[in-house]
């Protein structure tokens, strides 16, 4: 049971590469994924979530601040309800390089691509807090976030299985 605890923990805090982690501490291949992806969800979920408050907070702070100084027409601002669109730059709060490459993952391949790509790319707790960032429906990114955590862990229990059985360990 301790074995699953902290797999399931090394799931929470770093995510899809705690395959091997589970694997190292002698917990069957299935058993190291169900762990995994158990603590990936909750590393996911709360990430988004905890990212869309602090968005929000963050987008009506902004819209208080600038409320006098932006005129009710201004195409750059955010829209009626003071929530920035999913692509808008409404002051580019992601103009650092992972938030350039997510933009540009998100514009080129959608939410279904971000999903499935982000995991391998920034990792869970990166993509889960880029996504919200962008502003993805917190239900569609769990979905797909899922989705991509799913195939990379099991990519990476199958590779690691793989090595391991290549080195005879076991």
Known sequence: MGRFVWTL???????????????????????ALFAVLMGSACCVVFAV?????????????????????VSAGSATGPSADGVAAIGSRTGDRLSG??????????????????????????GTWG??????????????????????VTLWCTVLLVASDAVLGAFGIE
Do not use: C, D
Request: aromatic fraction near 10%; avoid cysteine.
């Open 97 to 122: 390089t992972a938030g350039r490459r997510a933009r540009r993952v998100f514009e080129r391949y959608g939410v279904v691509g971000f999903g499935i790509v982000g995991p391998a790319l920034f």
């Open 127 to 148: 993509s889960s807090l880029l996504g919200a960032a962008l502003g993805i429906p917190r239900w569609r990114l769990i979905r797909w976030l899922m989705a991509g």
């Open 49 to 69: 979530f905890a990212m869309e408050q602090a968005r929000l907070h963050w987008q009506s702070w902004q819209a208080r601040r600038k409320s006098p100084v």
């Open 9 to 31: 923990l090394a799931g929470f805090a770093i995510g899809t590469p705690a395959v091997p982690v589970g694997l190292s501490l002698s917990l069957p291949g299935p058993v």
